[in-house]
């Protein structure tokens, strides 16, 4: 086993401990789960990055889309890169709300700007082969990529900026609907008040 498998492991699983963590505490909806897991999993393709950049001269780099970088200048934006990713799928199953998912859209727009552009740009010269007997290549295969890379980002940022006009996280819905019967009572004696004759 490499080397940097070795770091990858730990430090994969500490990121993984403190998603479980925060799962536990029940404060997701399934869409924010599916958000937290995409991230997670792009977490943990540029887990080793910042470090291996620094430390291994035969690194060839690191790049997603347009996006690309060399030797040890990948260091600071994968680190970057990395720590959005976690930040994003730790903060949709932990608070899944409120100003801070605007970071979540951000990034996501701007990642599926550049997976969009570098797939889009060479399109007719992709060539996906999934076993011996399936191949899809040019325009077809250009789109199965987009819809597999690109359209989960985008997917990713329209939930977060729906997410970020709430602030706080939604009370459960048993708390809300107790709070609506509980008002409907409080109505419904007002009214019996306010239509109480007097006596004489």
Not at 24 to 50: D, K
Not at 83 to 110: C, E, N, P, Y
Not at 131 to 147: M, R
Request: hydrophobic share 55%; charged share 15%.
């Amino acid at each position: 086993m490499a080397i940097w498998f070795k770091i990858a492991i730990p430090l994969n699983i500490l990121y993984w401990a403190v998603f479980f963590y925060l799962l536990s505490r029940r404060r997701w909806s399934w869409s924010a789960l599916a958000v937290g897991i995409f991230h997670m999993l792009f977490a943990g393709v540029c887990s080793v990055a910042p470090i291996r950049s620094l430390i291994d001269p035969d690194y060839i780099g690191f790049g997603v889309g347009m996006i690309q970088f060399e030797g040890r200048a990948v260091a600071l934006p994968a680190a970057l890169i990395l720590g959005w990713a976690l930040f994003s799928a730790w903060s949709a199953v932990g608070k899944g709300s409120g100003r801070l998912m605007t970071l979540i859209a951000v990034g996501d727009i701007l990642l599926s700007l550049s997976l969009g552009a570098s797939i889009l740009q060479d399109s007719a010269a992709w060539k996906l082969q999934f076993g011996e007997h399936l191949t899809i290549d040019g325009y077809a295969g250009a789109t199965v990529l987009l819809l597999l890379f690109t359209l989960p980002l985008v997917l990713s940022a329209l939930w977060a900026v729906r997410r970020a006009r709430f602030r706080g996280t939604p009370p459960p819905i048993a708390i809300t609907e107790k709070n609506h019967k509980d008002s409907g009572n409080i109505d419904s004696g007002d009214h019996n008040l306010r239509f109480q004759q007097t006596p004489a």
